[in-house]
C-alpha cells in the first residue's frame, strides 16, 4: 500500500525535522529594557536634527533606513505637504523613534555613560567620521552636535537648548547672493 | 572558448546599472514636438539623464525649472536662479522658455549643501531649506505637492500678478 510504504521515512523526516526545530531553540528571549534619551527633551532636537538631516534628499526620504520625517522632509500625515506647516508632535515622535531604535545597546550604554561617541552611528556618520553619503552634517562643537550630544547625555540646561535653536537653522553663508 | 561578441555583450552588461536605467525609462519619451535640447522636459529629474551616465551627454550640477506659480504650470522665462555653496562659491542661470535652467557640473562642483533663490521682475524668492546632495530640482519638487514633495518650484502664489512672458 502506497501510505504504508512512505510512512516510515515521513516519520523519520518529520523526527528529524522537529530535532533540528528543538535544536534550534534556545530558552525565550528574556525581555530587555534600555534606559534612553528623553523623549520629552526631543523636539528641539529633532527639529536640529529635521534641518541638518531630514531634507528631501537625505534622510527626509522614505527610502532611508533612518527616517527623519517633519517640514523639510516627509510628512507622516498623507495630507500634509513638505515645506509648509511645522513640523508636528507625531512627526517628532516618529522621528526619536527612527533614531532610538537605530542601536538601542550602543545609545542606551552612551546615556549610561553620560555622552554619546562616533560610536553611535547617528554621532559617527552625522560627524562624517563613518562612511557617510551625505558627508559631514555634524561640526564636532557645532551647534546641531552639541544639541545631540547634551541630549544624550542629559544635560537639559539653557545651553543645551540655545545649541538646538541654534542648530535648527542653517543658514546660508551669505544672505546677499 | 567564447566568443568575442558574448564576452563583449558579458562586458557592456557589467558595466550597467539597472536602476539607473529604469529610472531613465520611467520618464517616458519625448513629448510630441519637443527635440531633446534646452527646452525638452520640464518638470522631470534633468539629473537621471545628465549625471554622466547618461543618456543625456551634458552633465549638470544643478538644474530644474521654474514655474510663475504653484498652480499654474506655466513656465517662468527669464528669471535667475542663484547658488551660494558652504565654501562660498556662487553661480547663477537663467531660466528658459520652458522655464528650464542648468548649471554645467565643469562649472561648478559645489561644496554641499548649497542653498539658492529665484530672482525675477525685482521679487526674490529664496528656497526654505538647502540643498543637501540632490542636482535635480524635480526630485523633491515632483508634481504634484504632497508628504514627500514640496511641489514645483514657483516664484510666487497663484494671484500674483507678473509681467508677461517675453517667449512665443
Redesign the interface.
Known amino acids: 500500500m502506497r501510505s504504508a510504504r512512505f510512512s516510515t521515512p515521513s516519520r523519520v523526516a518529520v523526527t528529524a525535522l522537529l530535532i533540528v526545530l528543538v535544536s534550534c531553540s534556545g530558552a525565550p528571549n528574556q525581555e530587555k529594557t534600555f534606559v534612553l534619551p528623553s523623549r520629552e527633551q526631543f523636539a528641539t532636537v529633532g527639529l536640529a536634527i529635521g534641518?541638518h538631516c531630514g531634507?528631501?534628499?537625505?534622510h527626509g526620504?522614505?527610502a532611508r533606513n533612518m527616517r527623519v520625517y517633519g517640514?523639510?522632509?516627509?510628512?507622516?500625515?498623507?495630507?500634509?505637504?513638505?515645506?509648509?506647516g511645522g513640523t508636528t508632535e507625531d512627526e517628532l515622535r516618529a522621528t526619536y523613534e527612527s533614531i532610538v531604535v537605530l542601536q538601542p545597546e550602543v545609545l542606551a550604554a552612551a546615556v549610561q555613560a553620560g555622552g554619546a561617541g562616533d560610536d553611535w552611528l547617528v554621532l559617527g556618520k552625522g560627524r562624517g567620521r563613518i562612511q557617510h553619503?551625505?558627508?559631514q552634517?555634524l561640526v564636532p562643537g557645532g551647534a546641531a552636535d552639541r544639541c545631540v550630544t547634551s541630549w544624550v547625555a542629559g544635560l537639559f540646561d539653557d545651553a543645551f537648548r540655545i545649541a538646538c535653536e541654534q542648530g535648527a537653522i542653517?543658514a546660508?553663508?551669505?544672505e546677499d547672493? | 572558448m567564447r566568443s568575442p561578441g558574448f564576452m563583449a555583450l558579458l562586458f557592456v552588461a557589467s558595466c550597467s546599472d539597472p536602476v539607473h536605467d529604469d529610472a531613465v525609462l520611467a520618464l517616458g519619451p519625448e513629448a510630441l514636438g519637443v527635440p531633446p535640447g534646452p527646452g525638452h522636459r520640464p518638470g522631470q529629474p534633468c539629473s537621471e539623464c545628465h549625471d554622466g551616465r547618461g543618456p543625456g551627454n551634458l552633465v549638470f550640477s544643478l538644474a530644474g525649472t521654474v514655474y510663475r506659480s504653484p498652480g499654474s504650470r506655466i513656465p517662468l522665462p527669464g528669471a535667475i536662479v542663484r547658488f551660494v555653496d558652504s565654501a562660498l562659491q556662487t553661480r547663477q542661470a537663467a531660466t528658459n522658455c520652458a522655464g528650464n535652467f542648468f548649471v554645467l557640473e565643469d562649472d561648478f562642483e559645489p561644496a554641499w549643501p548649497v542653498w539658492t533663490k529665484v530672482h525675477f521682475a525685482g521679487i526674490e524668492q529664496p528656497m526654505g531649506s538647502p540643498i543637501f546632495r540632490e542636482r535635480s530640482c524635480a526630485k523633491c519638487h515632483a508634481d504634484p505637492a504632497g508628504p514627500t514633495s514640496a511641489g514645483p518650484v514657483h516664484l510666487v502664489p497663484d494671484d500674483f500678478p507678473l509681467p508677461p512672458s517675453t517667449c512665443p
Open positions: 534641518a531634507t528631501l534628499d537625505c526620504d522614505p517640514i523639510n522632509g516627509q510628512r507622516l500625515n498623507a495630507f500634509d505637504v513638505t515645506g509648509f553619503a551625505g558627508g552634517q542653517v546660508a553663508p551669505i547672493f
